[in-house]
């Protein structure tokens, strides 16, 4: 039986926003994957311990607030720190200017996430990204007696 990959859903601890991780939450479960949601103000720590008890294939950091560029760089160094391969993203509403949001893409990037999804294309540019990492995983050999899992 093949397991389903698991993604890890956050935001940043500013953020008291929960519709648009609840939306992830079943957009996510709707494109094969198990997800846990640690709802909205998700401290660093919270992340990490989440991170720490099971093994993750996904995190998804989004943000509505317009902090999520400040607040997400604090995040994303802390998690490379303990998890230096583990794929990483962010998105939604990242500064309080769209013209700064995507001014804040590259230094997103150059910290540590591998996309940042901002903008009108936003969802489109992340099932996009979603299927390139279903297709590395299909490519990866099944280590022998286990389980198949993504990641």
Request: glycine share 8%; aromatic share 6%.
């Amino acid at each position: 039986m093949k397991t389903l990959p698991h993604c890890l859903i956050a935001t940043v601890e500013s953020d008291s926003h929960m519709w648009n991780l609840v939306y992830l939450q079943l957009w996510l479960a709707e494109h094969g994957f198990s997800v846990k949601n640690l709802g909205s103000c998700t401290p660093v720590d919270a992340v990490l311990a989440a991170l720490q008890q099971r093994r993750t294939q996904l995190l998804v950091v989004s943000s509505v607030n317009g902090h999520g560029y400040s607040q997400g760089l604090e995040l994303i160094r802390q998690v490379r720190r303990l998890h230096p391969h583990l794929p990483c993203v962010i998105g939604g509403k990242l500064t309080t200017s769209e013209d700064e949001t995507l001014a804040v893409r590259q230094p997103l990037i150059d910290a540590g996430y591998q996309q940042v999804f901002v903008g009108a294309d936003a969802i489109q540019a992340f099932s996009a990204y979603l299927g390139t990492l279903h297709s590395q995983h299909d490519a990866e050999p099944a280590p022998a007696n286990s389980v198949t899992s993504w990641g």
